[in-house]
């Protein structure tokens, strides 16, 4: 199964190029498989496989049964070349209204959250792609901005300007980076004390 790769923070970014930034959801990443034959058949966490055992996990696939065609739709529908797709892999952000840094209450409602699709052969979708496949919907990922990824920009997340908590993902068509803001430094350093870095960037 398709894993997330590996996003650099901040102070690795690329700058001076065209990037689209999305808003950061502090939750668990967690992965969709979909093949012609067998639907939405494979589910699993960054590093391991779930299914409906799983007392936390499997409180997202109800979730994620509401939106899985209507994503395979969209994919079908975006280019005549996709309509022949063997296998997708959607990525989503899992969370809750006190979920932190990975860590959810059981009992609390949680909410999913598209950030990503893996087209098989293809690879990630470009985000300037998965913006007009599927920026419209209320499940998608929102965008914080669009333009150049600059100092000026990544200071800006830093401070707070911008209406997020956690930070932004900065995403061009051959990179992705991971800006937090101060405030989410500051609580990862009361909750963690000085093992905070194994959450930030």
Request: charged fraction near 25%; proline fraction near 5%; aromatic fraction near 16%.
């Amino acid at each position: 199964m398709e894993q997330y790769p590996h996003i650099v923070g901040g102070t690795k970014a690329p700058t001076g190029v065209p990037c689209i930034a999305f808003y950061k959801y502090d939750g668990s990443n967690l992965r969709w498989e979909w093949s012609p034959k067998k639907g939405w058949h494979k589910f699993g966490t960054r590093t391991e496989l779930f299914d409906e055992r799983h007392p936390l996990w499997s409180q997202a696939i109800p979730l994620f049964a509401e939106i899985g065609d209507e994503i395979v739709e969209r994919v079908k529908k975006a280019e005549w070349r996709n309509r022949g797709i063997q296998r997708i892999t959607a990525f989503t952000e899992f969370f809750g209204p006190s979920s932190f840094a990975g860590v959810h209450v059981q009992d609390e409602p949680k909410e999913l959250r598209l950030f990503d699709v893996y087209l098989f052969k293809q690879g990630l979708m470009k985000p300037k792609a998965f913006v007009d496949t599927f920026g419209d919907l209320p499940y998608a990922a929102q965008v914080v901005y669009k333009g150049n990824l600059n100092h000026q920009f990544i200071a800006d997340v830093r401070m707070g300007l911008y209406p997020v908590v956690e930070g932004v993902v900065a995403k061009g068509d051959d990179f992705m980076a991971k800006i937090k803001t101060y405030s989410y430094l500051k609580k990862l350093n009361e909750v963690f004390g000085s093992k905070f870095k194994d959450h930030w960037e």
